[in-house]
């Protein structure tokens, strides 16, 4: 199975700030990656895919990069929705494992 | 628009087992693999397994093998999660999740959760 590794575990930053989000596949799975925003109490809402693709409706604020085995969640311009636990997916075969989170806080 | 209702919460005894309804609604139903993922109080997200559109093949996570059982019914448009010899660890909130289509396997739209608890 492939391992996706996120760091950081958790992040703290303020209104307006930008913030980066690793995330390492344990081999190569092209960009065959998503990135999902989940909110307490809320099901995952999936913010990025093909890991630079941004899904209709969600703020450009939002990018992604990286293929391979590294990928990149970028946050400019921070807002207090913003908070919230953000997982990365390889979908590159099953198992479709995802990242251990990363929780935001806004400052 | 899209949508997947699932079922209501379940309290389930160890050993038990728990079936978790998906419907869908407002595409065609065939035309997507469906999938379960499962996330433990204040743990992170947990792929289960994979249903293809027509739901002849399925793919379980190893973890799973042996007590896990996905299915659908193409004439109510739900899928189904079955989980058996159920133990505490398997206190979850379970998602159903769609994909985007072809070669578009990440999780497009998912249902609202059902959580699933087991306790004596």
């Known amino acids: 199975d492939i391992q996706m590794t996120q760091s950081p575990s958790t992040l703290s930053a303020s209104v307006g700030d930008g913030v980066t989000i690793t995330c390492r596949a344990s081999q190569t799975i092209s960009s065959w990656l998503a990135w999902y925003q989940q909110k307490p109490g809320k099901a995952p809402k999936l913010l990025i895919y093909k890991a630079s693709t941004l899904e209709s409706g969600v703020p450009s604020r939002f990018s992604g990069s990286g293929s391979g085995t590294e990928f990149t969640l970028t946050i400019r311009s921070l807002q207090p929705d913003d908070s919230a636990t953000y997982y990365c997916q390889h979908y590159n075969n099953y198992p479709y494992t995802f990242g251990q989170g990363t929780k935001l806080e806004i400052k | ?120």
């Not at chain 2, 059982?69 to 109510?76: A, E, F, L, V």
């Open chain 2, 1 to 120: 628009q899209v949508q997947l209702v699932q079922s209501g919460a379940e309290v389930k005894k160890p050993g038990a087992s728990v079936k978790v309804s998906c419907k869908a609604s407002g595409y065609t139903f065939t035309s997507y693999y469906m999938y379960w993922v499962r996330q433990a109080p204040k743990q992170g997200l947990e792929w289960l397994g994979a249903i293809n559109p027509g739901g002849v093949n399925t793919y379980y996570a190893q973890n799973f093998q042996g007590r896990l059982t996905m299915t659908r019914d193409t004439s109510t448009s739900t899928v189904y999660m079955e989980l058996s010899s159920l133990r505490s660890e398997d206190t979850a909130v379970y998602f159903c999740a769609r994909d985007g289509g072809d070669y578009a396997s990440y999780f497009e739209y998912w249902g609202q959760g059902t959580l699933v608890t087991v306790s004596s």
